[in-house]
DNA sequence: CGCTTGTTTCACAAATTTGTGAAGTCAACG
DNA sequence: CGTTGACTTCACAAATTTGTGAAACAAGCG
């Protein structure tokens, strides 16, 4: 049988949306799968990472609930529950256009820097926690002086990748 | 000062053992389970998580299975499952001592520097998927455009990545 | 050689996670 | 104001993951 996807084909023409965007052809599905896997193994959450890879591969890096639910053929819930931890931890907006009922979420613009930004997050906490390990074990053991070190590299870490954040986006500016 | 290695200490067999295991008080095992838990909430499998946290803080950096058992409270499978993993990941390594049938578990020195070459492999295999991405959704549209640029910060930071380690392990060398 | 002990494997039970249908909520439109 | 349609929440079913006991396996030791 045809796989093709299944188009709704509802009175209401999805706009806001370039035209080009009404197919969502094979290639690009297979790449979204391909990419939310990759996501996945790394232990991002199987919804979220699909919904974030449709909605890269989409022309105008904005969908709305209905259009990702008919694209990755998934309930309206899973749209919700997707979409919801996606802007929890800042990887995509939502905006709500004035006249409309349709939320869009959209890729942030600079969703690599804000991906970084929320490591910095996480880094800190990590600091935090094998800072007091440091204490736990005693500083003089070798297990506090290997901790320690630990301490000392994500504390590097956290400032070079700051930098290194400025820089890509200093460079990208310029191109 | 008879702070007493986690090397087996003779015939003694140990009854009763419990989580207040002499070696092991229990503001270091507090320190393992907060760490695991940190691991763990950035998509670290939990027991795998809980065995390379319990290594860190051991003196020797190095525990056999029944050692980590014992402290975990775990079952020997736990263990191995574990272990398993996390030679897999290439987080530690695995020790024969010549004359005993125990294997060891060691954390490896440069731990930072083995988990950044793994991110390495992780971050090209990205590099890949994104690269078909781009010819999927055509590399003239919008969508192209952004996973392009996607590629790009990728190969950035794989690049960057690489001679940041380099630097911290030189700084580390020298001091 | 076989016993003894530490480790791995296997099958299964428990727990957690995932995704769905259906009811509920809210706001734009008639 | 009521209707309508888009999104959310809730309770539950399915699937996956986790960890265990028990049996199998290997290697030192008597």
Sequence with gaps: M???NEQQPGPEQPQG???GEDGYPPEVADF????????TEAGFPRMPARVFSCLLASESGSLSSAELGERLLISPAAVSGAVRYLSQVHLIARERQPGSRRERYRVHAEVWYEAMTNR???LNRWISTFSSGVEAVGPESPAGRRIAESVEFLTFMR?????LMERWRTTRRES
Excluded: Y
């Design 120 to 122: 910095d997050a996480v």
């Design 32 to 39: 979204v799968e391909r990419l939310a896997a990759d996501l």
């Design 159 to 163: 400032n070079e990748m700051a930098a």
């Design 17 to 19: 949306e370039s035209a």
């Design 2 to 4: 045809t796989q093709r």
